[in-house]
């Protein structure tokens, strides 16, 4: 289990070891080194529900032991046995008056239908259809009404094949095997969580097939229904945590890689072009397919940039003449290829990515690359690669720096933005007066309210934006939704898109009202970075001041909340046209407009969409 | 290899969350209410990792005490 960067040697190797051994001492040993560690660095308290079918209540300390080290503060609640719509469906139950960050549905075919799981084979086949329907309907009216009484996201484990399977001869030719009803189910799943944002899948039955016949104890199963084997407890925790970690921790954006002995075999300036090993035959295979991972990780949106000490002529000719080389130079969202030192080159590609370095993982199969890099940008999250590229290509498939739940298509845009970025900065460049270049932009912007499919994106932002954020308030996935509940609030999303391509959605507003009261506050403005410099958040401004005066409202209020990234807006509200109250100082700084009120829209970007000017529904 | 009584003693302690101190061979779930069914399948999982040994059914069955799991133990070749 891998502990976050900045916590101490000593009780990373505490984790380890109670990792590793699994041993109830050990366990408590590491909870205590964490508990004893700055708050800050042991993350927000987490409180995750579980409800379920089996026993897990014995070996909580090693569940609250993997999620951690993501890290959070965990508080793990078990709800009672078998009773999962009970505590679910029920705003009253004690399992939603806790609150929980998220909730955890453990089960298996064995008490959902043990008809089904043990006497499959007394059932005709319209019988088994009409078994799996069954749980198949119980399921999906769970989401259909749990998302109605709840805004925590949802985890529901696939079903892992039976403990107690024989999984003889029989099992296998038998078409009334309940394999298939497993399949079936867990298709079920993966569907539900692909249609609704809120429901995610926890993935049990892929833990258990990795873990292999050691995941399950039959004795113990049968004598406390504690199917997970203790053994594998540890084991089963990470996985759990690895799967709610996208809850806590924002994706890395940029994986760095080295070229020499890491994207192929061999040292280009000491071996020559033909010297070099990558293609389909040992070793040059290993290295392909870590230029395959690479370029998969791009698909899913992920930046690629090359930090390379080499001449850049050698490595243009070796890109351009090495056959069976899946990465091609233009893969790369940034390069270096230089002699100057690779966390110096780090901060330049960070610095025209716009991201911080906490967003960059780091591959080199140098160790003093590695150890350089840990020591001057502690942020970028190193991975233990070596001159052994199956270790490399290891460390790489299991990274789980990356993982999101799902790949939002502002997500695998990301890379051709970047192309249109530098191109646009090149216009720039070209153009004297700043306003002539914004007209040359042909911008396009489009205002339209948050809803169920645009959440994922809405929250984020939220999460990720640190410059144009006035108040950099990081609300989850259910905060947004429950926001979103309420009518007298306005959520705005803008989208943006100009000559060189569609940059999706790169702007939010929230305002909360009282219509009582008549008053409405800002929570949150922002924009991506990629929308900065374009005049876009008059665009969102202007709509946001429509709505609100269209909704009746009769004043205004915002604020400004200094962190040490977001000075480029401290003056925003002044250029909006706000007041600012006298008292309030330059960390914190409180605004006020009178409504109605209007903000004309920019002249050089073209306004669309349904809702510029009405009000909200 | 001799194990002590201190390492029987440690499992128990650890599983029951008490100090070593006070285990004796004499405590049993009817003495101490934290050794539950529960706290049962603890102490199988981690005698069976300490000790390198498997239980069967029956004789979890017959965790009474301390003393008669020491002595289950030996049946099973651990020497104390």
């Known amino acids: 289990m891998q502990t976050p960067r900045g916590w101490p040697e000593s009780v990373a190797g505490l984790v380890a070891a109670a990792t590793e051994s699994g041993r109830i001492a050990a366990i408590r040993d590491a909870l205590k080194a964490i508990r004893a560690l700055p708050q800050a660095q042991q993350g927000?308290?987490?409180?995750?529900?579980?409800?379920?079918?089996?026993?897990?209540?014995?070996?909580?300390?090693?569940?609250?032991l993997g999620l951690a080290t993501l890290p959070c503060r965990p508080e793990i609640i078990v709800g009672d046995l078998e009773s999962i719509e009970q505590l679910l469906l029920d705003d009253r139950s004690a399992m939603l008056q806790a609150a929980p960050d998220a909730l955890l549905v453990l089960w298996r075919l064995e008490e959902l239908h043990s008809r089904l799981a043990f006497e499959h084979d007394a059932m005709n086949a319209e019988e088994r259809e009409r078994a799996a329907t069954e749980v198949i309907n119980r399921i999906e009216s769970l989401c259909t009404q749990y998302v109605k009484v709840a805004a925590a996201p949802l985890f529901l484990s696939t079903l892992p094949r039976q403990s107690a399977s024989s999984a003889g001869m029989n099992d296998v030719y038998s078409p009334h095997a309940p394999r298939h009803a497993i399949l079936r189910i867990n298709q079920t799943l993966l569907e539900l969580a692909a249609r609704n944002s809120q429901i995610h899948v926890f993935d049990f039955s892929g833990w258990a097939e990795n873990a292999g016949a050691l995941a399950f104890d039959l004795k113990m199963d049968l004598y406390a229904r504690q199917p997970i084997s203790s053994r594998l407890l540890m084991s089963f925790a990470t996985a759990l945590a690895d799967s709610l970690r996208p809850l806590l921790v924002s994706p890395a954006k940029v994986l760095v890689l080295d070229l020499d002995n890491v994207l192929w075999g061999g040292v280009l300036g000491e071996d020559g072009v033909a010297g070099l090993k990558i293609g389909h035959d040992f070793p040059g295979n290993v290295y392909r397919r870590i230029q395959l991972h690479a370029l998969a990780l791009k698909r899913r949106g992920v930046l690629l940039a090359l930090l390379s000490k080499n001449n850049f002529a050698d490595v243009e000719q070796a890109f351009s003449t090495l056959p069976d080389m899946p990465l091609k130079l233009g893969d790369f969202a940034a390069l270096r290829v230089n002699w100057r030192e690779k966390d110096e080159n780090l901060l330049d590609i960070a610095q025209e990515l716009d991201l911080g370095p906490d967003s960059f993982v780091f591959v080199d199969d140098q160790s003093f690359e590695r150890e350089r890099m840990r020591f001057r940008l502690p942020e970028v999250r190193v991975l233990e690669a070596s001159e052994d590229p199956l270790q490399t290509l290891h460390v790489l498939t299991q990274c789980r720096a990356f993982d999101t739940y799902r790949t939002s298509s502002e997500d695998k845009r990301r890379s051709s933005d970047y192309a249109a970025q530098a191109a646009r900065r090149k216009l720039e460049s070209n153009s004297q007066d700043?306003?002539?270049?914004?007209?040359?932009?042909?911008?396009?912007?489009?205002?339209?309210?948050?809803e169920d499919a645009t959440i994922p994106r809405a929250v984020q932002m939220l999460g990720k934006t640190n410059q144009f954020n006035v108040t950099t308030r990081r609300h989850t996935e259910a905060d947004v939704r429950r926001m979103r509940a309420i009518r007298a609030n306005i959520l705005l999303l803008l989208s943006l898109s100009d000559r060189f391509g569609d940059q999706g959605i790169v702007g939010l507003a929230i305002a909360l009202g009282d219509s009582a009261s008549g008053k409405l506050t800002l929570d949150s403005f922002l924009l991506s970075c990629r929308a900065i410099g374009r005049g876009a958040e008059q665009a969102l401004w202007s709509s946001l001041l429509a709505r609100a005066s269209a909704m009746g409202y009769t004043e205004l209020h915002a604020e400004y909340l200094r962190t040490s990234k977001n000075q480029q807006v401290e003056n925003l509200f002044e250029r909006l046209g706000m007041a600012r109250r006298e008292s309030s100082t330059g960390e914190h700084r409180q605004y006020t407009l009178e409504l109605p009120s209007h903000h004309p829209q920019p002249a050089w970007i073209d306004s669309i969409g349904e809702g510029v000017g009405t009000s909200g529904a | 290899m001799v194990r002590s009584e201190e390492q029987l003693?440690?499992?128990?302690?650890?599983?029951?969350?008490?100090?070593?101190?006070?285990?004796?061979?004499?405590?049993?779930?009817?003495?101490?209410?934290?050794?539950?069914?529960?706290?049962?399948?603890?102490?199988?999982?981690?005698?069976?990792?300490?000790?390198?040994?498997?239980?069967?059914?029956?004789?979890?069955?017959?965790?009474?005490?301390?003393?008669?799991?020491?002595s289950i133990l030996m049946e099973k070749g651990v020497v104390f």
Request: with cysteine; aromatic share 12%.
């Open chain 1, 44 to 64: 927000r308290l987490f409180r995750l529900g579980i409800c379920r079918t089996f026993t897990v209540e014995t070996r909580l300390d090693a569940l609250t």
């Open chain 1, 434 to 450: 700043p306003q002539a270049f914004l007209f040359t932009l042909q911008l396009q912007a489009r205002i339209a309210e948050v």
């Open chain 2, 9 to 70: 003693f440690r499992v128990f302690a650890d599983v029951l969350n008490v100090e070593i101190a006070s285990v004796t061979e004499a405590l049993s779930p009817e003495t101490f209410p934290n050794w539950d069914s529960l706290a049962t399948v603890n102490l199988v999982a981690e005698l069976e990792q300490a000790f390198g040994v498997q239980f069967d059914i029956l004789e979890i069955v017959a965790f009474d005490n301390v003393g008669i799991v020491k």
